[in-house]
């Protein structure tokens, strides 16, 4: 049935919640703070609202709505001189500062969305333009198909969602000079187990942080893969006929130099 108490006779703190859609809760947070007491109180130590109490509350869940704060509502409410168009202004900023967040939080989350479930947050437009027209587009996706459950798919989709076009573009241009310089360090004769050698695994290392941490004996095992994947050996061999099967063994010779069995190394090893 629905409550047809006349507010002059009083209401009580259930039928206020009721009409105005507030917790009992509320209401008695509001009367022990002061910020809205009933005036009244029956035989029995009942509170009850009068007509005038009902109206404050009005004011309070109004101003409550549009985000005031209570010390801000009680001041709006008691204080005759109280800038209320300000404070009302002042609300409206920061309303407006806050969507403004949560938009961005938005286009953060679809971003990342979009790199865990296709794995390069990037029109086609952008891919072409970034990794030159050989790119296969469908590289991304086969490689969430693969390594889409592993934690460093994971780890590689939290660094893509944040990164621009242009980080992609300096990636990218890392990625081809450690490939020059790999090329280059083979034509010259650079030995695996060597200084040189070394440096040149740990800058690979470094560039390959750009999608997600890489162990010493996980990086075993992507060397592995270079020479043994058509995929990527054409890549590497591509770039110099030989590199593919030339950065394994400098990779092995570099994780022996660490304590490292480069024929038993996992996936999953700690450097």
């Not at 404070?87 to 961005?104: D, F, G, K, M």
């Not at 030159?132 to 939290?158: C, I, K, L, S």
């Not at 242009?166 to 280059?184: H, I, K, M, S, Y």
């Amino acid at each position: 049935m629905p409550d047809t108490t006349d507010a002059a006779e009083g209401l009580t703190v259930g039928q206020v919640s009721k009409r105005l859609d507030v917790t009992v809760r509320a209401l008695h947070h509001w009367d022990e703070t002061g910020l809205a007491r009933p005036s009244l109180r029956t035989a029995a130590g009942y509170r009850l609202y009068t007509a005038a109490d009902l109206e404050r509350l009005h004011r309070v869940v109004v101003y409550r709505e549009l985000g005031l704060g209570l010390d801000k509502i009680r001041h709006v409410l008691d204080d005759p001189d109280s800038d209320v168009t300000g404070a009302l202004r002042t609300q409206r900023r920061q309303v407006a500062e806050r969507i403004e967040r949560l938009q961005r939080l938005g286009t953060g989350l679809d971003r990342m969305i979009e790199a865990h479930e296709g794995g390069l947050p990037l029109t086609l437009e952008q891919q072409a333009a970034i990794f030159g027209p050989r790119w296969d587009t469908e590289g991304p996706a086969e490689a969430r198909r693969r390594y889409g459950d592993t934690t460093q798919w994971r780890q590689y989709a939290e660094r893509a969602a944040s990164r621009s076009p242009e980080e992609w573009q300096a990636v990218t241009e890392e990625v081809a000079a450690l490939d020059r310089a790999l090329a280059d360090a083979m034509d010259a004769g650079v030995a695996p187990g060597s200084a040189e050698a070394g440096r040149l695994v740990e800058r690979h290392r470094e560039v390959f942080a750009s999608y997600f941490p890489l162990t010493r004996q996980m990086q075993v095992c992507l060397a592995r893969m270079y020479e043994s994947d058509p995929g990527f050996a054409a890549h590497y061999d591509g770039v110099r006929p030989g590199l593919a099967a030339w950065f394994r063994r400098v990779v092995d010779a570099d994780a022996r130099a660490h304590g490292i069995d480069p024929d038993t190394a996992t996936w999953q090893g700690e450097s």
